[in-house]
């Protein structure tokens, strides 16, 4: 107690502490100095800390209102104390914040996103139409053998339906001399390889890439997509066929879209079809229109009931059994879809299109 007994405090001298602690306080820059001040005047052995203790060296009357102003005073430079730890604090962000002239305002870099392929988009569009109709979902090889491609689905060699197909052979020597290998140039090769493997009821659809030997152009390309579909049972129908394929129309382009079925000729139906769907941009108007080419009606995909031989061809009794198939291209039902003018874009890798799906 030996700071205490020195001086007996007054009102006078607690003021004079005051306002000389502020102004010292008020010119300080860092926090350590802060810390020193507060050290100096508020610390155990502080100045203000001594006056408070040399209290009890005066008269009751004198402590009491002596005592409330010191007790003021420790308060106003606590407060004070804390206020210019603030100002610094700010001052040095501020400080830093233009130095290293890093402007908080900015927007952040963006990180580069990635997202599906717009055709990965509709295979999976149209795949999920079907699965909500009981569809099971499979996929198959895209180096596939004549025999699939070809023999199973009723075009035997030397057939002139396959020209229809522009085909992509693989340069591979069977050694049995029987079997020769493409590149699938349609996925209805997975219709018998599926019903070879499973006894009815079947429904599935097949997505997949296809090949063909093609010069492109606005609407051709040497590879592309195509889901197959597939059902098979006992008492299917045409009406079955036509039902289905008009529910996934509606899914597919809207509640309102009519169908029409057209006569069309492949090898592994009978009979067989192609679908259009009335054009949803014209409402099925046709005039000047640019999606459906003034007709009004859009094909988008071939189907029929499964020929008899094809069946007959996978060992399934033909009396119990019928069935029918579809095969759709997605890239066309995306250029519908969007209104994209040239199919060569989808695979040309340039992500000024890519980035608008
Ligand atoms: N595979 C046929 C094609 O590529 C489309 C199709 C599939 C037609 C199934 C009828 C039934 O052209």
Redesign the pocket.
């Known amino acids: 107690m030996t700071e205490s007994s020195a001086q007996p405090p007054t009102a006078e001298s607690i003021e004079a502490i005051t306002i000389s602690a502020s102004a010292e306080l008020d010119r300080l820059e860092n926090l350590e100095a802060v810390d020193q001040w507060r050290v100096s005047y508020l610390g155990r052995r502080g100045m203000l800390t001594t006056v408070l203790r040399g209290l009890s060296s005066l008269e009751v009357e004198e402590r009491r209102t002596v005592g409330a102003l010191a007790n003021q005073a420790k308060n106003t430079l606590e407060e004070r104390l804390e206020e210019r730890v603030r100002q610094i604090n700010e001052a040095t962000l501020t400080r830093s914040a233009n130095q290293d002239r890093l402007d908080v305002t900015l927007p952040g870099r963006p990180a580069l996103e990635g997202r599906l392929h717009p055709t990965t988009q509709i295979v999976r569009e149209i795949c999920s139409a079907f699965v909500a109709m009981g569809f099971g979902v499979v996929e198959g090889p895209e180096v596939e053998w004549d025999h699939y491609n070809f023999e199973m689905?009723n075009i035997p060699k030397g057939h002139p339906a396959r020209d229809?197909?522009n085909t992509l052979w693989v340069d591979y020597e069977d050694p049995t001399g029987e079997q020769a290998m493409l590149l699938r140039?349609?996925?209805?090769p997975m219709?018998a390889r599926v019903m070879e493997n499973r006894e009815p009821p079947i429904r599935v659809v097949v997505p997949g890439k296809?090949y063909r030997y093609e010069a492109t152009d606005a609407t051709h390309e040497w590879h592309f997509y195509?889901v197959?579909?597939?059902a098979v049972g006992e008492g299917i129908t045409f009406a079955d066929l036509k039902g289905t394929l008009y529910e996934f129309a509606r899914r597919m382009f809207g509640e309102e879209r009519q169908i029409r079925f057209r006569c069309?000729y492949?090898p592994?139906?009978e009979p067989?079809?192609?679908m259009s769907i009335d054009c949803f941009a014209c409402e099925g108007d046709g005039n000047g229109c640019r999606i459906c080419r003034d007709s009004g009606w859009i094909e988008i995909?071939?189907?029929?009931m499964?020929h008899p031989k094809v069946l007959e061809g996978v060992g399934y009794d033909t009396e119990r059994y019928t069935g029918?198939?579809?095969?759709?291209?997605p890239e066309r039902i995306a250029m519908l879809k969007y209104g994209i003018d040239d199919i060569r874009h989808f695979y040309s890798n340039d992500l000024r299109f890519l980035r608008q799906f």
């Not at 995909?301 to 029929?304: E, F, L, T």
């Not at 029918?324 to 291209?329: C, L």
């Open positions: 689905l229809m197909w140039t349609h996925t209805s219709q296809c195509q197959e579909g597939l069309d492949f592994f139906v067989g079809v192609d995909m071939g189907a029929g499964i029918f198939a579809f095969g759709m291209g």
